[in-house]
């Protein structure tokens, strides 16, 4: 079983900063892929930054590239999303997300796992 407690959303003003973290617990081990998600009201929720366990290899909408920086620490089992330069139409919900191996006998299917969300609204 895998369990995210996303963390750190609140209200920023445009330009601002923040980090969000998730923390991940349960069998991490089966764990391959983990990334950051958004949806707001009318809108399909959105694929913001993954990052693998293996390599860290990363990814980003082009909406939000060379602004946020997803990051991982293995040691303590964290994502975090850095989100710098923040405008209104980054406001949303914002959603971990982890992609994980199933068991021998469910194929290796893949599971996802979703956190609670945090809110973050960008607004003077």
């Known amino acids: 079983q895998v369990q995210l407690v996303e963390s750190g959303g609140g209200l920023v003003q445009p330009g601002g900063s923040l980090r969000l973290s998730c923390a991940l617990s349960g069998n991490i081990a089966s764990i391959y892929n983990t990334g950051w998600y958004r949806q707001t009201p009318g809108k399909q929720r959105e694929l913001v930054a993954d990052?693998?366990?293996?390599?860290?290899?990363?990814n980003y909408a082009e909406s939000v590239k060379g602004r946020f920086t997803i990051s991982r620490d293995s040691a303590n089992a964290i994502v975090y999303l850095e989100m710098n330069s923040l405008t209104p139409a980054d406001t949303a919900v914002y959603y971990c997300?982890?992609?994980?191996?199933?068991?021998?006998?469910?194929?290796?299917?893949?599971?996802?796992?979703w956190g609670q969300g945090t809110v973050v609204p960008v607004s003077s």
């Open positions: 990052i693998t366990s293996v390599g860290n290899s990363t």
């Open positions: 997300n982890a992609a994980a191996v199933g068991t021998r006998t469910q194929r290796y299917r893949k599971l996802d796992v």
